[in-house]
């Protein structure tokens, strides 16, 4: 997949041979076919695409990431065990069979038709991780019937060729005239063969046919804007030659089949691999061969890209890709999947839907994608979501398929629940989210829920010490994600505890507590973990500390002295349903290919837990969510607590191991731009500092350097006309601005990464962190700064 507008098939009047009932409940319009299965693509290999031979874009976990072992053994134990690995064919074959280079531009390229070592192994590994767990892959080659190559010149030079700075970034060129654009065609002087598409499959075919972990070839993914006949550019506005397309599927078909008879080869269609133009768009299919499987795609939103998550923006679009001059309904999924279904059906065809998503912002989205899901069902269509993976994009992209961690436990994602239902795997992890802070006599709304699939319905009992609540009982119904909710009303000042009991083996959401403090720093001096913990209940924001650090976020356990620290809840207020503030390391350090970055190791220091980021290359802990989009994604649930502009504050309780530390402590920015606010050190000075992205940074600095290894904690306040630099509770610089909009999708703790690039750790020790929206009174402040320093050391310090 990638950003695109797909045509409106059928502009006008019924769609042919979509059927009048698709099916009835009792199942007997169209039976369950044998084939369905579910499976999700693990998207991450194919991302250097838009700068690969122009730029830099070639790092492993930083431009593309391969999916890591401990994710596929995740999913295949949750069901997931037949899946898709997008993979780009410039980073596999840099070099076509054909290709000339000299001796000197070789030397940087490589040899002509040979497969990329070390990408080649990232695929090997990937193969391996599905066949240890008796799952299995298909590999999907992800270029839309294009390949950009270096332009080599009559003496086999390319103009301005560079070698990368470093042995896993790719060699480069900044001149226009080194690099060219190739693509399919029928036409003579086309750039781009069959001979070139043949070549590459013959290669693969050999080199992966035998792997247990193979599910088959997907020959090439959403073929689109073919050249028109007689031309060898990319067709504009129409025109494109059909027949382009199944000349070179067939011709990879039958290179594959003379090493390779038995393995399924996936087949896409013109038009992005549309579901409703595989019946209508592709001369000469079906092909001839055994075992083959017609690939489609289609999303829910109006043009059916997945680039619209806006349910009523959608409907108000008034078309339908596919279907017409009518507005999407809970249906739209059905209808388009039904176009290629039928034809599969009348010419005994297996059929495969390899991308769709689900967006997250609204039950109507899950209500299309059900129904969608039940007809594949009734058709045996096999279904894999739209995007599991590890690298950093994918986070919380508004369709993924990523897990997350929430209460110390893996957090299924929201997709899985209907896919399971469909599949009809019984999974489900229970949550609760909700409101942890009400005055004496005012009440709070708690909600809890389920990630996954329950066959019955589940009643929890609920019992609170101190308080009441508005019902005992609480029913999560039957289906994917369900939940329920419930009220609580605090009656005296105190803390009261909330707990769940179920019969059976269920495991519940962790006993829960509500602060009912009129005066949360009135009693700090008694009950400080209480003062602190109702504040960031009144301010809803979230608290991460090291001590809760889980070596990873799927099956994770708690990180002992020197072991990885991959996953560290939100223990405060700051989530909620559909939000979790996770703090997440979720770079692939399984091997070399994978590249020289580590995540942070736990370190146990005079008897306090920190995360360790002294060792080079070390990455510290993300939390990525969604920024809004104007026409997208209006109020996207996964969001940051606050923006720029924002009142925002935030804490960190570290200890300098280098007296001239330099880097990030603490940031909020946005990943894709420059905007950011941040704690950092420079030449071993606190400094808070703010940017919107467009002139120059907002710097406070403290006058004085921090004290090697002494445990303390930074903060950073900001609001109209005011921001605060404190060090262990003592302002040490301001400064007077008022910040302009800019928005944030991302939280990190001990470095930073804005403008599709990381921003240096300070190599130091993090204790824990706090970040928030608002102002909080000097007297907040003074018990939030305590109640941190309180985690690294034994006793406060002056």
């Not at 073919?226 to 397309?245: C, F, H, K, T």
């Not at 390779?260 to 768009?281: E, F, H, L, Q």
């Not at 262990?728 to 007077?736: E, K, M, T, Y």
Request: proline share 9%; hydrophobic share 40%.
């Amino acid at each position: 997949m990638k950003r695109r507008t797909l045509m409106q098939l059928a502009a006008a009047g019924a769609v042919p041979g979509l059927p009048g009932c698709l099916w009835s409940e009792n199942g007997n319009a169209h039976p369950p076919r044998p084939g369905f299965t579910i499976g999700t693509n693990l998207s991450g290999m194919e991302w250097p695409q838009p700068g690969v031979r122009k730029t830099l874009s070639t790092a492993p976990n930083l431009h593309y990431t391969p999916p890591r072992r401990a994710d596929i053994a995740w999913l295949a134990d949750r069901g997931f065990r037949k899946n898709r690995l997008p993979i780009l064919w410039e980073m596999l074959q840099p070099v076509l069979h054909d290709a000339k280079p000299n001796a000197q531009a070789r030397a940087l390229v490589g040899a002509p038709g040979e497969f990329h070592a070390r990408y080649a192994q990232c695929i090997t590994e990937v193969l391996d991780a599905h066949a240890a767990v008796g799952a299995k892959v298909i590999l999907d080659l992800h270029n839309y019937c294009r390949y950009r190559d270096f332009r080599y010149a009559a003496d086999g030079s390319v103009p301005g060729l560079k070698p990368g700075p470093t042995p896993l970034h790719r060699p480069f060129t900044h001149d226009p005239g080194g690099v060219q654009e190739r693509i399919f065609s029928l036409a003579p002087g086309a750039t781009l063969t069959q001979a070139h598409f043949t070549d590459f499959w013959t290669r693969a075919a050999r080199r992966w046919k035998d792997h247990p972990g193979l599910a088959g070839y997907g020959l090439m993914n959403e073929p689109h804007d073919m050249p028109r006949s007689g031309q060898v550019q990319e067709s504009q506005g129409g025109g494109e030659d059909l027949a382009i397309w199944p000349a070179y599927a067939r011709a990879a078909v039958e290179a594959i089949r003379k090493i390779d008879a038995r393995t399924p080869i996936y087949v896409a269609g013109n038009a992005w691999s549309s579901a409703m133009a595989m019946a209508s768009r592709n001369p000469g299919f079906p092909l001839p061969g055994e075992n083959l499987v017609y690939e489609v795609h289609l999303y829910l939103d109006a043009a059916s890209n997945g680039f619209a998550f806006d349910f009523d923006t959608e409907v108000g679009k008034g078309f339908s890709a596919g279907l017409g001059r009518r507005a999407i309904d809970l249906d739209t999924g059905v209808k388009r999947l039904a176009m290629a279904a039928n034809w599969a059906r009348e010419k005994n065809l297996k059929l495969a839907l390899t991308e769709i998503g689900m967006p997250l912002d609204d039950p109507r989205w899950q209500e299309m994608f059900q129904r969608t899901l039940t007809f594949a069902v009734r058709e045996g269509v096999e279904v894999y979501s739209w995007m599991h993976g590890n690298h950093w994009p994918i986070r919380n992209y508004p369709i993924h398929h990523v897990p997350g961690w929430h209460q110390h436990r893996t957090l299924e994602p929201a997709v899985a629940g209907p896919m399971l239902q469909a599949a009809g795997l019984a999974k489900a992890t229970l949550y609760d989210d909700g409101g942890g802070w009400a005055p004496a006599g005012r009440e709070v709304t708690i909600t809890v829920y389920a990630r996954g699939w329950l066959e019955q319905p589940l009643t929890l009992q609920v019992a609170s010490r101190g308080g009441r609540l508005n019902k005992t009982t609480l029913t999560i119904p039957a289906g994917a994600n369900g939940m329920d909710s419930y009220t609580f009303k605090t009656e005296a000042e105190g803390v009261a505890t909330i707990t769940y009991a179920a019969a059976g083996d269920v495991q519940l959401p962790p006993p829960r507590k509500v602060y009912s403090f009129a005066d949360p720093p009135a009693v700090a001096g008694q009950q400080l973990a209480d003062a602190a913990h109702a504040l960031l209940a009144k301010y809803g924001a979230p608290k991460w500390e090291m001590a809760h650090g889980h070596t990873d976020y799927v099956r994770g356990a708690p990180a002992q002295d020197g072991q990885p620290l991959r996953a560290v809840a939100d223990t405060g207020f700051g989530s909620s349903p559909g939000n979790a503030m996770e703090m997440l390391c979720f770079l692939n350090s399984d091997g070399a290919a994978a590249g020289p970055m580590k995540p942070p190791v736990l370190r146990v220091v005079e008897g306090r837990k920190a995360m360790d980021l002294s060792a080079p290359d070390t990455w510290g802990l993300w939390c990525k969510k969604r920024a809004p989009q104007p026409g997208v994604q209006a109020k996207p649930r996964d969001r940051v607590p606050y923006d720029l502009q924002d009142d925002h504050f935030a804490l960190v309780a570290i200890a300098a191991t280098n007296p001239n530390a330099t880097g990030v402590v603490f940031q909020a920015s946005r990943a894709e731009q420059r905007q950011f606010s941040e704690l950092a050190l420079e030449q071993g000075r606190p400094q808070a500092r703010w940017s919107d992205g467009r002139g120059q940074p907002l710097v406070v600095t403290s006058p004085d350097p921090l004290p090697p290894r002494m445990p303390l904690v930074l903060t950073l306040t900001s609001g109209a006309g005011a921001q605060v630099l404190r060090v262990n509770g003592r302002p040490v610089g301001q400064a007077g601005a008022t910040l302009p909009q800019a928005f944030f999708d991302q939280l990190l703790i001990g470095w930073g990464f804005v403008d599709h690039y990381p921003r240096d750790s300070f190599r130091g020790l993090v204790f824990g962190a706090i970040a928030g929206k608002g102002r909080p009174s000097e007297a907040e402040l003074a018990v939030l700064e305590r109640y941190l320093l309180s985690l690294a050391v034994d006793r406060e310090r002056p």
